[in-house]
């Protein structure tokens, strides 16, 4: 209603800064005169050369991509696939 007083006329208030802005702030402050985000990277490389299988994967994930995965269908399973996807 057009006059009405309480209604909030600056708006909806603002909500605080999404995770993701709050963590890059973070890893973009320098830390013993590295960025922490290098000091990160750092320690994750140091986990993957001693053998720390996460530590790999999650770099090889990040650098390399994950593989791609495929799915072979002969037969009736064409159908079976079909009738389940179109099924939801």
């Given at each position: 209603?057009?006059?009405?007083?309480?209604?909030?006329?600056?708006?909806?208030?603002?909500k605080?800064?999404?995770?993701?802005?709050?963590?890059?702030?973070?890893?973009d402050?320098?830390?013993?005169?590295?960025?922490?985000?290098?000091?990160?990277?750092?320690?994750?490389?140091?986990?993957?050369e001693?053998?720390?299988?996460?530590?790999?994967?999650?770099?090889?994930?990040?650098?390399?991509?994950r593989?791609?995965?495929?799915?072979?269908?002969?037969?009736g399973?064409?159908?079976?696939?079909?009738?389940?996807i179109?099924?939801g």
């Open positions: 209603m057009k006059g009405d007083e309480r209604i909030n006329k600056s708006g909806r208030p603002a605080g800064a999404a995770l993701t802005e709050i963590l890059n702030s973070k890893m402050a320098v830390k013993d005169g590295k960025l922490r985000r290098e000091i990160i990277a750092e320690r994750l490389l140091t986990l993957a001693s053998g720390d299988f996460n530590a790999l994967k999650y770099i090889f994930d990040r650098t390399d991509g593989p791609k995965e495929s799915v072979e269908l002969t037969g399973a064409i159908d079976s696939k079909l009738r389940e179109l099924n």
